[in-house]
T-cell receptor
Framework: DAGVIQSPRHEVTEMGQEVTLRCKPISGHNSLFWYRQTMMRGLELLIY????????DSGMPEDRFSAKMPNASFSTLKIQPSEPRDSAVYFCASSPGGARTGELFFGEGSRLTVL | DAKTTQPTSMDCAEGRAANLPCNHSTISGNEYVYWYRQIHSQGPQYIIH???NNETNEMASLIITEDRKSSTLILPHATLRDTAVYYCIVRVADNAGNMLTFGGGTRLMVKP
């Protein structure tokens, strides 16, 4: 089975540029999560979707960040404009829900470096 | 969510059992204990979860005390590939908000 697929795996960009991270969840999973990981702050939940609907975006750091889930098989996390402090590894995860709520399957992450 | 406390780091000899403790003294009756691990440069990986009974799967065993204020994750025969950060999380397992909040975790080093 294909796991959660994220792209790009690595992104290096300059401050002020737009960054788009992509995620394909596991087929049949009804919840999708975006996390960010840095050495200083650890793993932070940014936003999660349930059945393609954003449920809680309280973790999104500021208006420069936006996330969409246009269908059950695709989600994007966009940063515009990017800043050096956005440098981190961004993880996408999906969950089957139901009796397996809490079992999150993570992708391999997108490592973002903003110069 | 109930707060968890874990040792920052632990060592274990290869082939021996690794016992990773977690304190969650403020856990509520409807909160589950989840364990995840994160191997270097990879995304976190689900290991096991439980409510009040001990649980076992192909990866590990979870022992929850009777008062549910602490738990122990047991890797019965640790290998070098088990070197990772292990996260203990407590969370209500509902559909309305199945968010998991990760703390600092325990860095387990399995040594030859």
């Amino acid at each position: 089975d294909a796991g959660v697929i994220q792209s790009p795996r690595h992104e290096v960009t300059e401050m002020g540029q737009e960054v788009t991270l992509r995620c394909k969840p596991i087929s049949g999973h009804n919840s999708l999560f975006w996390y960010r990981q840095t050495m200083m702050r650890g793993l932070e939940l940014l936003i999660y979707f349930n059945n393609n609907v954003p449920i809680d975006d309280s973790g999104m750091p500021e208006d420069r960040f936006s996330a969409k889930m246009p269908n059950a098989s695709f989600s994007t996390l966009k940063i515009q404009p990017s800043e050096p402090r956005d440098s981190a590894v961004y993880f996408c995860a999906s969950s089957p829900g139901g009796a397996r709520t809490g079992e999150l399957f993570f992708g391999e992450g997108s490592r973002l470096t903003v110069l | 969510d109930a707060k968890t406390t874990q040792p920052t780091s632990m060592d274990c000899a290869e082939g021996r059992a690794a016992n990773l403790p977690c304190n969650h003294s403020t856990i509520s009756g409807n909160e589950y204990v989840y364990w995840y691990r994160q191997i270097h440069s990879q995304g976190p990986q689900y290991i096991i979860h439980g409510l009040k009974n001990n649980e076992t799967n192909e990866m590990a065993s979870l022992i929850i005390t009777e008062d549910r204020k602490s738990s122990t994750l047991i890797l019965p025969h640790a290998t070098l590939r088990d070197t990772a950060v292990y996260y203990c999380i407590v969370r209500v397992a509902d559909n309305a908000g199945n968010m998991l909040t990760f703390g600092g975790g325990t860095r387990l080093m399995v040594k030859p």
